[in-house]
C-alpha cells in the first residue's frame, strides 16, 4: 500500500493522459482513494493494538513497581529518586504504544517492496535501496550523536523531579521560611 500513490500517477501518465479518458481517472482515483482509506483503517487498528498491549503490561506490572516503590527505602539507604520505577514504566508503556514496535513490523516487509520497486524499473529499486540505506544511516548517526544529550537531560529531569518531590514533602516548611522563591529558581 506504500506505493499507492506511486501507481496511481504512473496509470494516470500512462493510460489517462493519452487516452484523455475522464472515466479511467475517476475509476483510478475512487481504487487510490479506497486504498488509501484501507491503509489508514489498518494503521489504526494496528495503533490501538499497540496502546492496549502497552496499557496491558502497565496493568500487569503496577502492582509490582508499586510494592518495589514502597519498599524500596526499607531495603536500601540511597539518596536516589523513589519514583524512577513509575516512570521507567511509563516510558516503558510509551515507547510499546509509540511507532517503534510498527516499524519492526513493517521491516521484513522491506525486500518484497525494494523487489516490487526494482520490477517496475531498475532506476526506481536502485532509487528506494539508496533512500533506505540512507535512513538506516541517519537514524545511526542521530542515535550516535544524541545519546549523551539524552542521558544528560534524563539526569536533569530526574534531579528536577527529586527537587520538586522534596518540595512538596516540606511544603509547610518552605513556605514558612520564604524558601520557595529560592528553589523555584534553582
Not at 74 to 86: A, E, N
Request: a positive charge; proline letters at 4%.
Amino acid at each position: 500500500m506504500g506505493l499507492t500513490g506511486s501507481l496511481f500517477m504512473l496509470e494516470v501518465y500512462d493510460r489517462v493522459l493519452p487516452s484523455r479518458s475522464v472515466p479511467t481517472l475517476i475509476g483510478l482515483a475512487i481504487i487510490t482513494a479506497l486504498l488509501f482509506l484501507f491503509q489508514g483503517v489498518l494503521e489504526l487498528t494496528r495503533g490501538r493494538m499497540l496502546v492496549r498491549i502497552g496499557n496491558q503490561i502497565d496493568w500487569r506490572l503496577s502492582d509490582r513497581v508499586y510494592d518495589l516503590v514502597v519498599r524500596l527505602p526499607l531495603r536500601t539507604r540511597g539518596s536516589g529518586d523513589g519514583l524512577q520505577p513509575v516512570r521507567d514504566l511509563d516510558t516503558i508503556r510509551s515507547v510499546l504504544s509509540g511507532s517503534g514496535p510498527a516499524a519492526l513490523f513493517d521491516l521484513p516487509w522491506l525486500p518484497f517492496y525494494l523487489a516490487i520497486c526494482f520490477a517496475f524499473h531498475p532506476l526506481i529499486g536502485v532509487t528506494a535501496l539508496g533512500g533506505a540505506i540512507v535512513l538506516v544511516f541517519l537514524t545511526l548517526l542521530t542515535d550516535r550523536l544524541s545519546r549523551q544529550s539524552v542521558q544528560k537531560a534524563s539526569n536533569y529531569a530526574a534531579a528536577r523531579n527529586r527537587l520538586a518531590d522534596a518540595s512538596r514533602r516540606n511544603a509547610e516548611v518552605l513556605v514558612s521560611m520564604a524558601m520557595s522563591a529560592r528553589l523555584l529558581a534553582r
